[in-house]
């Protein structure tokens, strides 16, 4: 936490620029799990590198997997250059792995160190140990694995490998996270069994990403049998088998892109970002449904996704769920639009970085808006609104958010805007580029 404040900058006309998104943080941490496991090296191309994949990247070499950087910012594009060469190798113990306050890593990487040939200890952010583990932890218990975490279902824990993992079939309630879904699939063809996750709960949040995942499963060469292929609902299979080494170049974090794209909203200006793919299991492709109903007019043009607002905003009756991470950009566009919100389906959103359920309310409202919080989601009644500082919890998406907001609220200043290196290096720097009208790529 700092106390340092960022003064948002005001749109003084509608934003016109072109941008460059850095890569997808969901993408290059599977990737990198993906390649440390392996029959051979492969390359991590175009990687995004922030706070969440440098963590990630860390642990695996702290695990015995070579990870050689490449940087090469000469030829452009998304990050140009830079890679990552990865060259898997037995995993090993005893190690301590720092996994900050990623999902993923926090997520991915305990069923992986089950094939470590000793104990890998995983701590994090004080906030890490307040986010669900349970989920990851059980299952991997009921594969037979041997975890110690003092019964708390949660950080700080030990994952005793032995080099090996039976595997074979697991019951998990996965309504907290997809991402226990895509932990245990992610490893799983190195199990002896293979693995069959079954997912029992309430609704899976996020599906799109494990969809992500089971791409990048078959992509490596291992057969998945998933729901969407007509099997069981909410049942997936890996079958066991070697993973190639693949050269992958990673897509830009359509996620990511939110903020930049809202800023062609509310300031009915134009907005390019280079690079957008035309098909994607990304969740942040929903933007151009979503904010095209919210006012905007989305449109290919030379391999970049442009959207230009009307210069109004309207409101929107949205379920977030398969989508949840954009809902603080898409809150802040509400709070400026001409008529209510209701974002629901979006309950989960209580148990991420922050309750960003509860931030976003009292955050808007500090600035004389009116939101209100439902069981899963939030109302919000747009109302003029006036300068204050926005508190970001160390929620890089609450600092994007507020970023989105100072653009036609003048004087609001957001408490610790670094937090956006989470997935998002350089934000203050690229939002300056935004407002200038300036080309502006982003470096990471």
């Not at 600035?367 to 919080?373: A, I, M, N, R, Y």
């Not at 690229?430 to 200038?436: A, N, Q």
Request: aromatic share 4%.
């Amino acid at each position: 936490m700092t106390d340092t404040l960022w003064p948002a900058p005001t749109a003084s006309a509608a934003v016109h620029a072109t941008v460059t998104v850095p890569g997808s943080k969901s993408v290059t941490n599977r990737a990198l799990v993906l390649a440390a496991l392996a029959a051979e090296p492969g390359w991590v191309r175009r990687p995004l590198r922030s706070r969440d994949t440098l963590l990630m990247a860390a642990a695996l070499r702290a695990l015995g997997v070579g990870i050689e950087d490449t940087v090469n910012n000469s030829t452009g594009g998304t990050g140009g250059g830079d890679a990552w060469r990865v060259i898997p190798a037995g995993l090993h113990g005893p190690v301590t792995v720092d996994v900050g306050n990623a999902g993923t890593v926090m997520r991915f990487l305990p069923p992986l160190a089950a094939l470590a040939d000793g104990p890998v200890h995983f701590d994090g952010d004080p906030r890490s140990h307040e986010r669900p583990l349970h989920g990851v932890i059980d299952a991997l218990r009921g594969l037979g694995a041997r975890i110690e975490d003092g019964g708390r279902g949660a950080l700080p824990l030990t994952v005793y490998g032995t080099g090996a993992l039976d595997g074979g079939q697991v019951t998990v309630d996965a309504s907290s996270s997809s991402q226990f879904v895509s932990a245990l699939l992610l490893s799983g063809a190195r199990y002896n069994q293979g693995v069959e996750v079954r997912h029992q709960g309430g609704p899976l949040p996020s599906l799109p990403h494990i969809r992500m995942t089971v791409e990048m499963l078959r992509a490596a060469g291992v057969q998945v049998d998933a729901p969407e292929d007509g099997g069981e609902p909410d049942v997936w299979r890996v079958t066991p088998g070697a993973l190639l080494g693949r050269d992958l170049v990673v897509e830009p974090d359509l996620s990511n892109a939110a903020p930049f794209l809202a800023a062609a909203l509310v300031t009915g200006g134009r907005v390019a970002v280079r690079d957008w793919p035309e098909r994607t299991t990304q969740p942040g492709d929903q933007l151009r449904e979503i904010f095209t109903r919210m006012g905007g007019e989305c449109e290919f043009i030379d391999g970049a996704l442009a959207l230009t607002g009307s210069g109004r905003v309207h409101g929107i009756e949205a379920d977030l769920h398969d989508v949840g991470e954009l809902t603080p950009v898409i809150a802040a566009v509400a709070a400026l639009a001409d008529s209510e919100s209701h974002l629901y389906g979006i309950a989960h959103l209580r148990l991420h970085e922050t309750d960003r359920l509860a931030a976003l309310a009292k955050e808007i409202n500090d600035l004389g808006g009116d939101v209100t919080e439902t069981e899963d989601g939030l109302r919000i009644r747009p109302r003029p609104l006036h300068g204050g500082v926005f508190h970001t919890y160390e929620d890089h998406r609450l600092a994007t958010a507020a970023a989105v907001l100072g653009l036609t609220v003048p004087g609001v200043q957001v408490e610790n805007v670094a937090t956006t290196a989470k997935t998002l290096p350089d934000f203050p720097e690229l939002w300056t580029g935004l407002l200038t009208g300036a080309d502006a790529p982003a470096t990471a």
